[in-house]
Structure formats: C-alpha cells, structure tokens
C-alpha cells in the first residue's frame, strides 16, 4: 500500500511539473496586453497598470478581488527608460516629463 502511494504522489508531482512546462510553450505572451508597472499598497494588495491596446488601465488587486481603479484613454503612458543618459536627458529638455506610476496612482486617488 506505501508503493502504491509512492507511485501515486510521483504521477502527481510529474503531471504538475508536464502542465508548467506546456503552459510556457503554450505563446502566454499577448502583444495587445502589457503589465507597464505595479505597487504593492498591502501585505496582499497591488496596484497595477496595464496596456490593452491603445487604451491604459490602473487595477487594484487582492486575494479573489480585481478592480478596475481609473481608464486612460486620453494621455497613454509611456515606459520608463532606464537607460537614460543626462545628455539625452538635456536635449529632451523641450519634451515635458513623463508622470510616474506613483504619481499617476496617487491623482486617481484624489492625493
């Protein structure tokens, strides 16, 4: 009866590990969907911002909860660039400054 349950668990744990590895052959990605950027508000909740198209959506998530927090559909949000450099920076100086996540976050939320 060990062996039996032995043989048992081992085909759980190999059809466990078969799923994951198809799930990533399965193209997950979709171009048309975007995670930009998320904040922890929480021990368990987030804020996150995602691109659907040309249309951007501020979500707060937690534990069997989504909602839809604020729509962009007027100023889409660029990512950040990391690699920057100050003389790039100078000559953008004409180009107004992006808004960041947190200061993005905290308008929806009337702060």
Not at 8 to 15: D, E, P
Not at 63 to 88: K, Y
Request: avoid cysteine.
């Amino acid at each position: 009866m060990v062996i039996a349950l032995v043989v048992v668990l081992g085909a759980v744990v190999a059809a466990g590990r078969f799923a994951r590895r198809m799930r990533r052959f399965s193209g997950g990605t979709n171009a048309a969907l975007e995670v930009v950027g998320q904040l922890s508000v929480g021990p368990r909740e987030r804020a996150v911002l995602i691109r659907v198209g040309e249309r951007q959506l501020l979500l707060g998530v937690a534990p069997g909860n989504v909602r839809t927090l604020h729509v962009f559909d007027d100023m889409p949000i660029a990512r950040e660039s990391t690699h920057q450099s100050d003389a790039a920076a100078a000559t953008d100086s004409a180009v107004p400054a992006r808004p960041t996540f947190k200061s993005l976050l905290l308008k929806s939320l009337g702060k």
